[in-house]
């Protein structure tokens, strides 16, 4: 197909342009590769990098240039969607490539020279193995053979050129998950460099841990992909373990904004605001764990190559020692870290409902950087038997942490939770007694070590509130932390929390009003008994909290005469109560002599009357004995708020 069209030139991408070699690798936690490039400048000043598609917007974003003699001219590569900006404004579309019958039908109309005949394309139609193509000459319509191997020239040397980079955008597009990008210096022979940072797979540690008697032997892996698009041949590979802000933006993609359409104003009459001078402007805005022991070397595999770290900025870079290739689209693991560190095997108990404590190792890191996050696969140093897996969390120099790679299933562990309050304090304030009472939560362990011996850790979970009672090694996103020790025998561990409690028992009803202006005749002595002092239930819970008391309890005498005084509070009420109810049943009797006296005549009016009489001097006499047994309660009552303040 293309054989029929000349003058065509790839002018997109210099093939010519020589390719920067990798150099230098980082690979960040982050998920990020900054990718270092050098090598010598050709003396057109033209290198080339091929870049994966994913990838162009973080080289646009954080490409940096080095050159320290020339000049950085700038980078250029196709455009996102090559195909489709190629064909822009052609006579054609990619589908008229299907064959070369479709391709010169699409340029019918185009100005052509075939067989020394020269005019505009009619029409081509199939014809065998040959083309049968229609021109518009001078001399009129004329009909010929297009053939295998004949050259047909468009005679639009611009439409041409466009046709052949159309050409060269599509095929590169129908290949192409990448693109190759120029980067143009100032000529002249030299050496230059770049660099820039994309998205790339995590590097991802992991651990070898064998355990000997008092120290450990830590070995560090680092498992890296290479999906940058470019061989690393022999290239200094940097591994970073930090938390920096990454930020990825579409640079590559042709952005077009929505523009608001106005319409044509003729001058409009404004008044400008005056200047008032310039003004300055406005401001911009846990306790360390136990030492571990240290000892001989555990035994473990061979020494392994010893990355140099740094530690800079909130970061750890590790750099292997040794260059190191990783092809394109290949995964590599290679080791980093090979330190000896001092160690400790204990139990470890976490969770409120645990019926086995954990094995776990408390391992010190005494090199001067930070190890990072990782998957710890655990041996044992006397013959090399896997214990299990752990995960390590990020430790710095200096700090310790636990690694439980397995849970023990010879040491028995029967947790009980329990919950009491202990009477502290009694007082007197304003009609009220005051009960300062400490309520505690426990948690504790019945520990069966079946014979065995070690230290052994219980993690539990802060109360907000609640002061621990127990001693605390550490505090941290796992709670508190205890510290003990097993000597074969079986053991109990009690870990109690505890917090005030302050409880205000009232002697008088706020809601009743006044107690001096409080009267039987107005309230319904039966409805308000509970609330009233000496009545059912008043007693009794301030009994119940004498009898909490222990002996020697600060206030309790008080509470015990407040006790004695609410005992005859009782008496006085019920009395009160009885002869209440007394005047009322004398009471409803003289309202039944009045009605008698209403509905007689005669001799039996007058016999009603007497028994009116007779009702009335009961009813006077009932109330005058229940004002007195009312009176009589209520001075207790306000003797026994007296008493209190």
Request: hydrophobic share 45%.
């Amino acid at each position: 197909m293309r054989k029929h069209i000349i003058g065509l030139a790839l002018l997109a991408l210099p093939v010519a342009a020589q390719e920067l070699p990798v150099r230098s690798v980082t690979l960040s936690n982050a998920g990020l590769a900054q990718i270092e490039r050098h090598g010598a400048l050709p003396a057109d000043g033209r290198v080339r990098i091929t870049i994966p598609l994913p990838q162009v917007d973080d080289v646009l974003k954080s490409l940096v240039a080095l050159d320290t003699t020339g000049q950085v001219l700038g980078l250029s590569l196709p455009a996102r969607e090559m195909a489709a900006e190629a064909f822009q404004g052609l006579p054609l579309r990619e589908e008229d490539f299907a064959d070369r019958l479709s391709l010169l039908r699409a340029l019918r109309g185009q100005s052509v020279e075939l067989a020394g005949s020269q005019g505009r394309l009619l029409d081509a139609t199939g014809e065998g193995d040959a083309l049968r193509l229609l021109l518009l000459t001078e001399r009129g319509v004329l009909s010929l053979a297009l053939r295998e191997g004949d050259a047909m020239r468009l005679t639009d040397a611009a439409l041409a050129a466009r046709l052949d980079r159309a050409a060269a955008a599509l095929a590169a597009a129908r290949a192409a998950d990448a693109r190759e990008a120029v980067l143009r210096f100032s000529p002249g022979a030299r050496d230059v460099g770049l660099a820039y940072v994309t998205g790339a797979p995590l590097w991802k540690p992991s651990w070898r841990l064998v355990i000997g008697d008092g120290t450990a032997r830590l070995s560090g892996w680092a498992v890296v992909e290479n999906r940058s698009g470019a061989d690393w041949r022999d290239v200094r590979l940097s591994l970073v373990s930090g938390n920096p802000a990454a930020l990825r933006q579409a640079l590559y993609a042709p952005v077009l904004r929505e523009r608001i359409e106005v319409p044509v104003r003729g001058a409009e009459v404004f008044r400008p605001q005056a200047d008032t001078g310039p003004r300055p402007a406005p401001p911009m805005a846990m306790m360390a764990p136990a030492p571990v022991a240290r000892a001989a070397p555990a035994a473990a595999p061979g020494a392994q190559p010893q990355a140099v770290a740094e530690s800079i900025e909130g970061r750890v870079a590790y750099t292997l020692p040794n260059p190191v290739t990783v092809l394109a689209n290949e995964t590599a693991n290679l080791p980093f870290v090979d330190a000896s560190l001092p160690a400790e095997t204990l139990w470890w108990v976490q969770g409120a409902q645990a019926r086995n404590p954990l094995n776990a190792v408390r391992i010190r890191n005494t090199t001067e950087a930070v190890l990072p996050d990782g998957i710890v696969t655990v041996y044992a140093a006397r013959d090399m038997a896997f214990l299990g897996d752990a995960e390590l969390r990020a430790m710095p120099a200096g700090e310790a942490r636990l690694l439980a790679y397995a849970r023990d299933r010879d040491v028995l562990l029967t947790p009980a939770q329990q919950r009491r309050d202990s009477l502290r304090r009694i007082a007197l304030a304003r009609g009220v007694v005051v009960l300062e009472a400490e309520e505690e939560q426990s948690l504790s362990y019945a520990v069966d070590p079946r014979g065995a011996r070690g230290a052994i850790l219980f993690d539990l979970p802060a109360m907000p509130g609640f002061t621990p009672r127990f001693t605390v090694a550490a505090q941290g996103d796992f709670g508190l932390r205890h510290e003990a020790r097993l000597d074969a025998a079986p053991a109990r561990f009690e870990f109690v929390f505890a917090r005030p409690v302050r409880q205000e028992l009232p002697l008088w009803d706020p809601g009743l009003g006044d107690p001096q202006a409080f009267t039987w005749r107005r309230a319904n002595l039966e409805q308000e008994a509970r609330r009233l002092p000496g009545g059912p239930g008043s007693l009794e819970r301030l009994q119940q909290v004498l009898d909490r008391a222990a002996p020697g309890t600060p206030g309790r005498d008080l509470l015990a005469d407040i006790v004695t005084r609410m005992a005859a509070l009782r008496r006085l009420l019920d009395a009160a109560r009885a002869a209440a109810n007394a005047h009322a049943a004398d009471n409803a009797a003289l309202e039944r002599a009045r009605a008698a006296v209403d509905d007689r005549s005669g001799a039996e009016r007058e016999a009603a009357r007497r028994a009116l009489n007779t009702a009335s001097q009961a009813a006077e006499r009932s109330g005058t004995a229940a004002d007195a047994a009312w009176r009589a309660w209520q001075d207790a009552v306000l003797a026994l708020l007296a008493r209190t303040g």
